[in-house]
């Protein structure tokens, strides 16, 4: 038998979020050993090209507002060279009436200035965008694609080192190191600091360490659609992103005239079935019609091109779970990103690294983070008699709470 492999930092999962803080580290100078259960980076839900990100900016859940704003400036920072900044539009919600004074103050109240986001009337939004709703412009809003950036940043590193096709399936405290196994039970790679970033299956892994986190997938499938030329939907396609109830990309037309139209996403709790399905696209089509207010739309004429399938890892409350596992001293968790895979990766690299590097928080208090907002995202959140600290909760035993009613998006 080979002798395991000893790493001071291992991170396990090598989808936007194991790549991010795998790279956040190898930039802070520190030497990272990257598992993957697949071949290469990106696999599983990060093999989507069509991300988009912007802040949230719903009314309600004041701590997912105040989270996404910090998350979304360091994504943009972050990703700025591969960032396709095409803006989104968030049109106002059907049964609500618009009110520009009240949205303006509300945007306001979050932190967001004119640069980031602007409440507009119909007319100025068909100017503006080219779409006739009332809503807000989120103009640095963006679109990423995951799987060509997780690739770009676990590219050849003189600190790097990859271990693929290796599935870890059971962590062991042992003095103060952490012992990964395999499926065989074989001993794979001894660590310091283990950041456990493999979506859904951390659930498994932490078990193995009597932790239970209250995970559950969420199916999802984003339509390609194409348009004829000279069809109706022409002037309806968007020009810029709209995000609310699903979103999509600005229409992209080609040569022949003819148009691509990315439009998701359908949403299965509890479901992990990677088939594509004839019922997600006919979801998705209604969708697309409610986005571009186009309920006469002729959804036939949507014809179908491709699609990304994907599972999100969703925790009880929907907020990601990031931060050290206080539990168990060296476990580190970014987990649960939901559908904002970006904005939490970003915040996930800066959070994480913090606290094992046992660094100050001076750049993320800078970005507005507060001791109640590391607090959010801790892992301890779940475990009774969690009680927050400014660097996550510490709790009395791994007893799960599901905390109920808060529903953020
Ligand atoms: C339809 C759909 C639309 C979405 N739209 C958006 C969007 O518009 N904007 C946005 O920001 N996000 C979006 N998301 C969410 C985003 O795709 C995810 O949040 C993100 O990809 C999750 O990244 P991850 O690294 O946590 O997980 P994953 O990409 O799933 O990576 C986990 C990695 O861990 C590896 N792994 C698993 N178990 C083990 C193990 N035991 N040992 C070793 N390796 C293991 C896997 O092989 C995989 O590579 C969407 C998701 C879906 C499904």
Known sequence: MTKPQHHELVVIGAGICGATIANELLERGKAVCIIDAAPSPATGCSSHAYAIAHPHIGKGSPRLLRLTRIAFLLAEARWKNVWQQHGIFQPTKKDKIFNRA????????????????????AQEAARVCGIEQSGVWLPRGACLNLHETSKQLLQDHEYLTYLWNTRIVRLEECGNQWHLFDSSNQLIVTANKVIVACAMDAKALLASIDIRLPLKPVRGQLSIFSIEQGGAWINKLPRVGISGDGYCLPA???????????????????EDELTPRETSDDFN???ARGLVNYPEGDLRALTKAGEFVGIRCVAGDRLPIIGALTQRPGIFLATALGSRGILWSALAAKLV????LEDDFALLARFGFAADLVAALAPARFFAGAAPSALGALASNSKPILPVGSKAK
């Open 102 to 121: 009240e949205m303006t103050e509300h945007l306001c109240s979050l932190g967001l200035d004119q640069d980031m986001a602007i409440a507009m009337d």
């Open 252 to 270: 992209k037309q080609f040569e022949d005239g003819s148009y691509q139209w990315i439009v998701g996403s359908s949403f299965d709790e509890g």
């Open 285 to 287: 089509r209604e969708q």
């Open 353 to 356: 690294t913090a606290q094992l």
